[in-house]
């Protein structure tokens, strides 16, 4: 641009021709020529350069590409998986796995493959919403490898976190997890966003109403948040917590950890969620510990008693002195044939006569298991003592 106004100049102003021009700038004719006949430059003409290693099997992978508009999303190739297949079906193909990449992004463009959809940017006032899930993952406990469920809630205005484990998503679960991370960040926000989830949702209904169950109902009432709920299939709805996850379980639960039980694991979580709060997420100003205790202010005050989250029912004492809950039986020390209170938890099952425990179990999820206590045979044993060599065996 600057040379082509120099070249204007000189022409004009000095008197000058095209060809001493073209000799004082050491440029061709023709560009002189063109400098007067506008003073934008033409646009320069890219060489289409040969591409002798691609050019043999572009058809080939224009067809695997095509094939894909008709696989499911996450049954699509990637370019590493289609650079494989050249390999074993195109041998005498030599080419490289960074060529097969740059051409299969230009030819997903070209092919309209590569739609992405128009997120709008969200900002959020302090104390106002929080959002929750569940994920997956695993952990070795007593050198056993356990598949767990952990409970996640993100406030969307500090970015801060609180992850606890479970051997079962359970609705009891799902209440003790909302305490315990209403205890750590300080206070409960006004409003949690969830997908459909059975724990909360008992029906979907028109947009975003929901059938809720009776037990989260009085959950909410307890705690005084409001609830809003995803559109189905439409997790980004609360991707704030969906990438909670991933980022957490990537740095987390990678290695695998290892514990004696879920208690320990989950002082490894509660260890790991505090270590967040040094984090400092994206262009934000301030790390995620110093957002959480500018929100403790604005979070609405914790209940004055915890919520009855154990799940009650009544149970007849059977004639092996057990009592079943859901598929498994329970030990007691009641009578056969008496009325006893069952209170399920998200660890123990507790048994109940009239105000009093008279036993208490830690929760199995196994199926058609019996969960016994030796104590609550004694008196049995006392009068039939040739049972304990059956029960011995």
Not at 193 to 222: C, M, P, W
Request: with cysteine; hydrophobic share 35%; net charge positive.
């Amino acid at each position: 641009m600057e040379l082509f106004e120099q070249i204007r100049r000189e022409f004009e102003f000095s008197s000058g021709t095209i060809k001493s021009i073209a000799k004082k700038f050491g440029v061709h004719r023709r560009m002189v020529r063109q400098a007067l006949a506008d003073a934008n430059p033409p646009q320069r003409k890219t060489a289409e350069r040969k591409r002798p290693q691609i050019g043999p099997v572009s058809d080939f992978i224009d067809e695997i590409l095509e094939a894909d508009r008709k696989s499911p999303r996450k049954q699509r190739h990637t370019a590493h998986r289609i650079w494989k297949r050249i390999q074993q079906e195109r041998p005498e193909s030599d080419v490289a796995e960074s060529t097969v990449r740059r051409h299969v992004g230009q030819r997903k463009h070209e092919l309209g493959l590569l739609t992405r959809e128009i997120f709008v940017p969200q900002s959020y006032g302090w104390g106002v919403e929080a959002q929750v899930d569940w994920y997956e993952a695993y952990a070795d406990m007593d050198g056993m490898r356990q598949k767990l469920q952990v409970f996640c809630m993100r406030s969307m205005a500090s970015g801060g976190a609180f992850h606890r484990a479970y051997w079962r998503a359970t609705q009891q679960a799902f209440f003790e997890a909302h305490e315990k991370a209403f205890e750590y960040f300080g206070g409960v926000f006004q409003k949690l966003r969830y997908d459909n989830l059975s724990s909360a949702v008992r029906k979907i209904l028109k947009g975003h109403e929901r059938g809720q169950t009776e037990r989260f109902i009085a959950f909410r009432s307890h705690w005084k948040f409001d609830a809003e709920f995803c559109t189905p299939g439409q997790g980004h709805e609360k991707g704030g917590v969906e990438g909670e996850g991933g980022y957490f379980r990537r740095n987390h639960w990678v290695p695998v950890p290892q514990a004696r039980d879920l208690d320990e694991i989950n002082v490894q979580l509660l260890d790991a969620c505090r270590l967040e709060e040094q984090r400092r997420i994206g262009e934000r100003s301030e790390v995620v510990g110093e957002g959480m205790r500018v929100e403790r202010d604005y979070l609405m005050p914790m209940a004055a008693e915890g919520f009855s989250r154990g799940e009650v029912s009544f149970a007849i004492v059977d004639g092996k002195v057990c009592v079943k809950v859901r598929t498994n039986w329970y030990s007691t020390p009641s009578h056969p044939g008496r009325s006893v209170r069952v209170q399920v938890l998200p660890q123990v099952i507790g048994v109940w006569e009239d105000d009093r425990r008279v036993a208490q179990h830690e929760r199995c999820y196994g199926r058609r298991q019996q969960i016994l206590n030796l104590e609550h045979y004694l008196e049995t044993l006392e009068r039939k003592p040739g049972a304990l060599a059956e029960v011995s065996r």
